[in-house]
């Protein structure tokens, strides 16, 4: 990589970050590039909706390939009054905090700051705080017309704006689950095309796949290579052997595969089962519940919707996998079961392919219309 000649030792960048975008980027990234060192100070009020340690992780991720930018952070509930002194001087004493912490975690000598970036009027009086050079970018918003303010009142005009690991954060995940053979992968499919028909920033809606029946092909194949090497009968599905660990492993796997892909995509985000629909299915092939399991669901990032498959009036297709036609009913009403017990909206899903496909965008598109909520900042 080209690097420019230092114009400045140590550039300076606070702010709320709430949540990160590509205005906050260009700001840190054009400090970076004319800076010896940059420090990064994030100071979110206590009351905000996005958690510090979410909004550092981010930023050190999109950050990695800058060394040396250190990113820190802690609350500050001082309320912002650009003409108060004493408020100034609140402020300033978590600003001054910021680099000295960022200092301590650096391995180069120590620099002082000697130039403040921001694209608010206030960088003028916060440098002279510092006896630093004011670099003011992009005043009026013309090269990143962006703000967090903006992020929050329509995350879905300003998706284009934001970086991967705020969109898996922000992305509304919707779970279509359902027992065997009832149609929830069609579902899935169908919604993701639907939605990417929409064009814009629904063109790169994505869907997770169900990572559980990859693991069964897989196991299945495994299993027929052994036998053949061991000149053993040929086994079929009925005749592997499950293990608790293995629904650990494909609930934590689901949930990984939906990060990523939740980084790629929409403002929506279709999810062909998930790791609490994984606690059920341990139920069905082991007996029991398992506390392993349970973990891992109850770590999952916020779900928006669920939209449960019924098995009524769907014919059972033998595919090579499936072998629990006679437990479809026992499945749905053990889904009905868990979905009432949680928090998250759902919705029985009946009738034609076509039918249901309508039922779940016209729930999708009320998910959309009540919006994201986000605490208002100090100011």
Known sequence: MVKLEPTFRHGLVIGKFYPPHAGHYYLIRTAASYCQQVTVGVLPGSGESIALADRLAWMREDLADCPHVIVVGRHDDTPVDYHDPAIWDAHEAH???VVAEANRQRLAPLQPVDAVFASEPYVVELARRFQAVPVCLDLPRVSYPVSGTAVRASPISTWSRLTA??????????VVLGAESTGTT??????TQALQARGGVWAATQWVPEFGREHTWNKLAMAQGLALFNHRPRPGVADLDWHSDEFTFIAATQTQREDWAGRQGSPVLICDTDALATTIWHERYMGSASAACCDVAARMPPRALY????????????????????????MTERFCEVLQAQSVPWLKITGSREWRLQQALQAIDQVLAAGWEFAQPLG
């Not at 098995?311 to 033998?318: G, R, T, W």
């Open 307 to 330: 939209l449960l498959t019924d098995h009524e009036h769907v014919p059972f297709e033998d595919d090579g996998l499936r072998d629990g036609e006679e437990i479809r009913a026992w």
């Open 186 to 191: 069609t579902l899935a499919c169908d919604l």
């Open 165 to 174: 690991p705020v969109k898996a954060a922000l992305c509304k995940r919707i």
């Open 95 to 97: 600003f001054r905090w």
